[in-house]
């Protein structure tokens, strides 16, 4: 037991009670980090003799800082502005003004505790470790210097300058209506998963501007994320044709174009299809926009997993929430396959109706809204696409030209891919070898 000090040992007991009365934001405590902060003012409070598990508990604590990569200052904060509890789900959707009074004085509350507990840092956990323990000197404080960290910066920089962290209430209460909460506010892309959505904290980089033919195509997709982001009634988009053509990079563009309006991504696989109302629904209400991403898309025969799919594009008694839709991209211009054998013969004693069955197999691609076709690119367009890409390589065009053509032979054809591919193999190229007369991995 902390004997060395009493008001020390009043201290943590303070501070445990303060966590353990905590109304709504129990989650801020609830990971890696809060656990590990939980457990060593436990054992600094009832120590053993030699001390050994009092600096075990400080060392899990300072891992699971390290870890994270921030103070616990900057851990605490973080998770309160994207916390996920009743009071931020409601705060997205209405002015505190509101919201139920008990509520507002819940939160005032909890933001009041965890200001106490703000004010414990590693610097004061590591001297009560070190009464505790009876060290000749303290253990080691994590800490790191403070990174910008974009659109958090008000609120992380304004609430550990109020005398009293209660007065917060509306300033948060706007922060997630602005930016929403849970995964949401910490993550621009998603996948679907085993049932639930997992963040992605790399999505691809790829800007709209290195995107270079199809132009019309990459307009109409363009306008239509403008109507989903301003609020307008979006439609649904299937981008299908050829290989290689970009169409998959042009949706996950706009992610990185207009995630600073609160568009959100999430990519669905084909087995994950039957989960798409859930999805839909679990987005409804939400402040940011989403577009669910739907890859290389097509059906077998006998493959009902379209099903969901069509609740999704048509709608059913639910009324459709207008921050969603689907973005599919296909090499098929008819999603379900089709067979010669399925066409019908009138002296077949198959189903009566076989005709109505064909083209509702047909008709499926015709749910999407908007459908965008992609040609295969011929040598002028890929010429284009490799030069908009080569602009910062020190090559003559002559040369370029040869050698993109050459690739192109030698590899998979004339394609925005294809000329992705020979770009990154050219700068490689000329990084580690300098200029070499023929472009192949084998040269």
Not at 124 to 134: C, D, G, I, N, R
Not at 143 to 161: D, H, N
Not at 353 to 373: A, I, N, P
Request: net charge negative; hydrophobic share 40%.
């Amino acid at each position: 037991m902390l004997t060395a000090n009493t008001t020390s040992y009043t201290a943590v007991q303070f501070l445990q009670r303060q966590a353990a009365s905590l109304l709504l934001y129990q989650s801020v405590l609830e990971s890696d980090v809060g656990r590990t902060f939980l457990n060593l003012l436990q054992t600094i409070r009832y120590t053993d003799a030699d001390g050994r598990d009092c600096l075990q508990a400080y060392g899990s604590y300072f891992l699971a800082l390290a870890s994270s990569h921030q103070t616990w200052e900057e851990y605490l904060i973080k998770q309160i502005l994207t916390a996920d509890n009743p009071f931020s789900k409601l705060a997205q959707q209405h002015n505190s003004s509101k919201l139920a009074s008990s509520l507002l004085v819940a939160v005032q509350h909890d933001l009041q505790v965890l200001q106490s507990l703000y004010e414990c840092n590693s610097a004061v956990l590591s001297e009560w470790v070190q009464m505790a323990t009876h060290l000749p000197i303290s253990p080691v404080v994590w800490y790191r210097e403070p990174e910008s960290v974009g659109i958090e910066t008000g609120l992380m920089a304004s609430i550990p300058q109020l005398e009293n962290w209660g007065d917060a209430v509306e300033d948060l209460a706007a922060y997630y209506r602005q930016h929403g909460i849970g995964l949401f506010a910490q993550y621009r892309a998603f996948r679907w998963q085993n049932g639930q959505l997992v963040g992605i904290p790399y999505p691809d980089l790829v800007k709209l501007s290195t995107l270079v033919g199809y132009e019309w195509q990459k307009d109409a997709l363009v306008k239509n994320t403008e109507f989903l982001l301003s609020g307008e009634t979006a439609l649904h988009v299937l981008l299908y044709g050829s290989r290689g053509s970009g169409k998959s990079s042009l949706i996950k563009a706009l992610l990185n174009e207009y995630s600073h309006r609160n568009l959100r991504l999430i990519e669905v696989s084909k087995l994950e299809l039957p989960d798409l109302p859930k999805i839909v629904e679990l987005l409804r209400g939400v402040p940011q926009k989403f577009i669910i991403f739907v890859d290389d898309l097509s059906f077998e025969e006998d493959d009902d997993t379209f099903k969901a799919m069509k609740v999704v594009l048509e709608g059913n008694i639910t009324a459709r929430p207008e921050n969603v839709v689907v973005y599919a991209t296909s090499n098929r211009r008819h999603l379900i396959r089709e067979y010669f054998t399925d066409r019908p013969d009138p002296k077949d004693n198959n189903e009566v109706h076989s005709w109505d069955t064909m083209q509702e197999k047909l008709s499926f691609s015709d749910r999407f809204g908007l459908t965008l076709t992609f040609e295969a690119a011929d040598q002028k367009t890929y010429l284009q696409i490799v030069q908009h890409l080569a602009a910062n390589i020190n090559i003559s065009a002559e040369d370029l030209e040869f050698k993109a053509l050459q690739w192109a032979t030698r590899h998979n054809g004339r394609s925005g891919r294809t000329a992705r591919q020979f770009i990154d193999f050219l700068k490689a190229d000329l990084a580690v070898f300098g200029e070499n007369k023929n472009l192949t991995p084998d040269s």
